[in-house]
């Protein structure tokens, strides 16, 4: 009887060992398994790329798409941050009057379970005036299950352009 049970309490260990992995990295905090999504540079690059996209729409609501419900936007012309997305989207009617497009200059992504960070140096050209800015930028992502979304954006001029 010892040895059958033994047995079976073996099996189950090596079983569960097994199960918990299928190739998914996993974040174990306080006993919660959180699976982790994986992912690449590249899928993270491709965010911006979305972003951007969104924004040569010349539609605040397709930018705003691209935030969590539950995040926070430090835009580079305001001194309000926007926490909602009545906030974000009211920042977005305005800064989309002159046509911003942008161009990433440099960057640095770090990517952890469900999280990513995209941050480095932009520059936005606007079709209205032909004007161009460079910034800095970091944006942070969460995995909601489905997609990824901004939960942190935070831009401002370079010192030096000041």
């Known amino acids: 009887m010892k040895k ?18 299928h190739g998914l990295p996993t974040n174990v905090t306080s006993g919660y ?4 999504k994986a992912t690449t540079e590249p899928e993270i690059t491709a965010l911006f790329d979305r972003w951007n996209q969104s924004l040569m729409t010349g539609n605040p609501r397709k930018v705003v798409a691209n935030y969590a419900e539950r995040s926070i936007l430090l835009p580079t012309v305001s001194n309000k941050p926007r926490l909602t997305p009545e906030e974000k989207e009211d920042y977005f009617r305005h800064f989309l009057e002159n046509g911003p497009s942008g161009r990433i200059d440099m960057r640095f992504i770090e990517i ?8 480095g140096l ?10 161009k800015v460079s910034g800095r930028y970091s944006f942070t992502y969460r995995w909601n299950g489905s997609d990824w979304l901004i939960t942190s954006h935070h831009s401002s001029a370079l010192p030096e352009n000041k």
């Open 4 to 21: 059958t049970v033994l047995i079976v309490f073996a099996a189950m260990v090596l079983f569960a060992g097994c199960a918990s992995h």
């Open 33 to 36: 398994t959180e699976i982790c």
């Open 112 to 119: 952890d379970c469900n999280t990513a960070i995209d941050a």
């Open 122 to 131: 932009y520059t936005f050209t606007f079709a209205k005036t032909g004007e």
